[in-house]
């Protein structure tokens, strides 16, 4: 017999104890999960900084390179880069737990539109990561080296290079997310696409504030975040559009939560 209450109805049904129970044990198992990436990644820590520095490491003058200013950076620096990197990889792993926690609340087409979502998302941040590496970092590393004035010689520090590097990476990751936000505010109500177009010229505005807040104070870098942001922000008003129309063609109207 299939069970007619909602998911709001099924959730409260089920003790807070119990929500609390099963929310601790997702969330002991993405720390597990986490250190045992960052176990994996420990031992080549040193060979991702390798990596991780190449884009700046290119660009500088003969005869320099990185230093460590501080005693303990030679170990620090690498270890927390193999402790983020680990975090990094155990995101579709973390989203997933975080899926199968609210998944229960659930109605069907929720769920059919939730899963692609996340798969998006996921993807998304790390084409964000990737476009920071492969095209912002030569282009802005390229720019600080050869602007330097004569008889400074360009000599960065490795922690200080990996904070610059790693909130680069997270700003982009999380501005390639705009469809995947777009397209949620679109389907809980918030906002309806005709206003999304309306609001397109402040977006716009904002793109390049948020561009010249989060990346460095060069002309470059911040077009290279604001002008994706934009573009991302149409590609997820198109997407709601779609989606919208084809949710509303669907709409089953004895559409009934999963027993």
Not at 108 to 130: N, Q
Not at 139 to 144: A, I, R, Y
Not at 208 to 236: C, H, K, N, R
Request: charged share 15%.
């Amino acid at each position: 017999m299939t069970d007619k209450r909602t998911p709001s109805q099924l959730a409260e049904d089920m003790p807070l104890v119990a929500h609390l129970t099963e929310l601790r044990s997702r969330l002991l198992r993405i720390v597990g999960i986490w250190l045992l990436i960052f176990a994996g990644l420990f031992y080549f820590a040193n060979d991702l900084y390798t990596f991780i520095s190449e884009p700046l490491r290119v660009f500088l003058p003969e005869g320099t390179s990185m230093i460590a200013t501080d005693v303990a950076s030679p170990f620090l620096t690498p270890f927390k880069l193999a402790l983020v990197s680990a975090l990094f990889l155990a995101m579709p792993f973390i989203l997933h737990q975080f899926w199968s926690f609210i998944a229960p609340g659930l109605y069907k087409h929720e769920k059919r539109l939730a899963v692609p979502l996340l798969a998006s998302s996921i993807v998304l941040f790390y084409s964000g990561m990737a476009f920071a590496y492969f095209v912002v970092f030569p282009l802005v590393f390229g720019f600080f080296t050869s602007t330097a004035p004569a008889g400074v010689a360009v000599m960065t520090d490795i922690n200080k290079y990996l904070d610059f590097v790693l909130t680069l990476f997270m700003a982009f990751g999380l501005s390639f997310e705009i469809p995947i936000a777009t397209i949620l505010l679109v389907l809980a109500g918030v906002v309806d696409v005709a206003k999304l177009r309306e609001i397109r010229p402040y977006v716009v505005v904002g793109c390049f504030i948020i561009g010249m807040v989060l990346t460095p104070p060069d002309v470059i870098s911040q077009a290279l975040l604001a002008i994706p942001m934009w573009l991302l922000y149409e590609l997820g008003i198109l997407f709601s559009m779609l989606i919208k129309k084809r949710t509303q063609a669907e709409h089953p109207p004895e559409d009934q939560p999963e027993a």
